[in-house]
């Protein structure tokens, strides 16, 4: 069985339609204000939806069942961690946001430094984000491959053009509302899939729950203190805590939509009530997993690989017409997640860098520059998913180590602006660039969870940058 015309129909509208509707968004982009942050007249339940949508991929809605597929629902730990995050950014980070007219988060960086941190730490995050990014569009291809039967770059250059197309037309405003359209349309699909999985299995939830607690699959927390586990409980909320505070509140990805809110109040309104959203989502397609693994008794390592059990149930066990909603309802994700990076990665490129050489430059003409911006940065993604192409292991996992390695170093700098007044320019990058190499090297070197590596960053981060900071002063003191 395979998709039919009525699916690959579906899924021709869905690719149609969301482009149309992103283009309607042109004629509002007068400004850079406009173009990057929506002339900031967002309601917060749009922002939370897109916050939803930024951080949800291709990644989550095939790797998350096959997740679960191979384990269990220990990763609900990691999302109560993401609960805490939010939380924290409500109180320490983004009072100091709305303290003037930011376009990035890394303006806040010169203000409290200097200007070389805020490159420093712009660049940081152009870099890491582009990488994490490559690795989720490499995803787009698993799913697209086995729907349309697509060639894997074919399948990455469909999906980045559409998105661009309305990306570079539309700017932010036609991001955030497409992201509301397309997170209603994921969500829902997987909905539709769960109970469609439901059916497929022969007596029901109660045979799906008898299997699953025979395998251990319904378990959810792992108190154990076994450090080298990535789905313990303390590893999960804590490292859950500090990467969520991380991107959300230092990742150019997600702050851009929290500045674009009407004021900071609906911001963190926004905010919070996506991580309500988000646990139902996570807990959605990690009981897809438990579903799939009760309909099929079969090792991952049957599939080729973990990430293609979902799409490979959506193509070839659903009822026509299901199918291509729900190949449809991952497409929304891939795009929306896409068209938040291109947004995000042009706002940093133009405000951060260029236009702090070329501050006079005339309205019109800085958004003709962040269009082409744009796609320059299309482009590069694009490059970067054909060489994900061959990376082993749940893609899911290897785009959380790559934004990872660098998240505790973007947070402990930070963190060291927002807590402390000592604390340096000099210090602070000092601290930065210790982070990030320790977090690097225990990536690359060593076999600590994925989960520790933003902990540990900003641990560093912050005691170096603010030891460093404090020697600085009183080599100073001791000069003069």
Request: with cysteine; hydrophobic share 55%.
């Amino acid at each position: 069985m395979a998709l039919n015309r009525l699916d690959l129909a579906i899924v021709a509208v869905y690719l149609a339609g969301i482009t149309a509707f992103g283009l309607r968004f042109r004629k509002r982009q007068r400004s850079l204000r406009d173009y990057f942050l929506a002339d900031r007249n967002i309601p917060w339940w749009a922002i939370a939806l897109s916050i939803v949508a930024a951080e949800t991929s291709t990644l989550t809605i095939i790797s998350i069942p096959g997740l679960a597929y191979d384990t269990n629902l220990n990763f609900l730990q990691v999302v109560l961690g993401y609960l805490v995050g939010r939380v924290v950014i409500s109180f320490t980070l983004l009072p100091q946001y709305f303290q003037g007219d930011l376009f990035t988060a890394y303006e806040f960086m010169e203000r409290r430094f200097g200007r070389k941190l805020r490159s420093l730490t712009a660049a940081l995050f152009l870099l890491t984000r582009a990488a994490a990014e490559g690795v989720r569009i490499y995803a787009i291809s698993i799913v697209v491959g086995i729907a349309l039967g697509t060639g894997e770059i074919a399948s990455i250059a469909i999906i980045t053009a559409l998105t661009l197309i309305y990306t570079f037309e539309g700017g932010l405003a036609a991001v955030i509302w497409t992201d509301v359209i397309q997170t209603l349309i994921y969500v829902g699909g997987g909905i539709v899939g769960l109970f469609t999985i439901l059916h497929g299995v022969p007596g029901g939830w109660p045979a799906i729950h008898e299997i699953a607690i025979h395998a251990g699959k319904l378990r959810v927390f792992d108190f154990s203190p076994d450090v080298w586990t990535p789905y313990t409980f303390w590893a999960g909320l804590l490292g859950g805590a500090f990467l969520t505070t991380a991107s959300h509140g230092t990742d150019q990805l997600i702050v851009q939509r929290l500045l674009a809110a009407r004021n900071e109040r609906q911001s963190v309104a926004a905010l919070l009530s996506s991580g309500v959203v988000i646990f139902f989502q996570f807990a959605l397609f990690l009981l897809i997993g438990v579903m799939l693994f009760a309909y099929y008794g079969k090792p991952s390592a049957w599939f080729g690989r973990a990430d293609r059990i979902y799409p490979t149930y959506i193509v070839t066990r659903m009822p026509h017409g299901i199918s291509g909603l729900l190949i449809a309802a991952i497409l929304a994700a891939a795009m929306s997640n896409l068209s938040a990076a291109l947004n995000s990665l042009s706002s940093t490129s133009i405000v951060d860098f260029y236009l702090q050489h070329k501050a006079q430059l005339e309205e019109r003409r800085r958004l003709q520059l962040s269009r082409l911006t744009t796609l320059v940065w299309a482009l590069i993604l694009f490059a970067l998913a054909l060489l994900a192409l061959h990376k082993a292991g749940r893609v899911v996992e290897v785009g959380l180590e790559i934004a990872s390695v660098a998240y505790g170093a973007l947070l402990g700098v930070f963190l060291l602006g927002v807590l402390s007044r000592r604390a340096n320019q000099r210090g602070a990058i000092v601290g930065m660039v210790c982070g990030f190499g320790v977090a690097l090297w225990i990536w690359l070197g060593t076999r600590v969870p994925w989960t520790w590596y933003v902990p540990i960053g900003t641990v560093v981060t912050f005691s170096v940058g603010y030891l460093s900071s404090l020697r600085s002063i009183g080599i100073a003191r001791a000069s003069s």
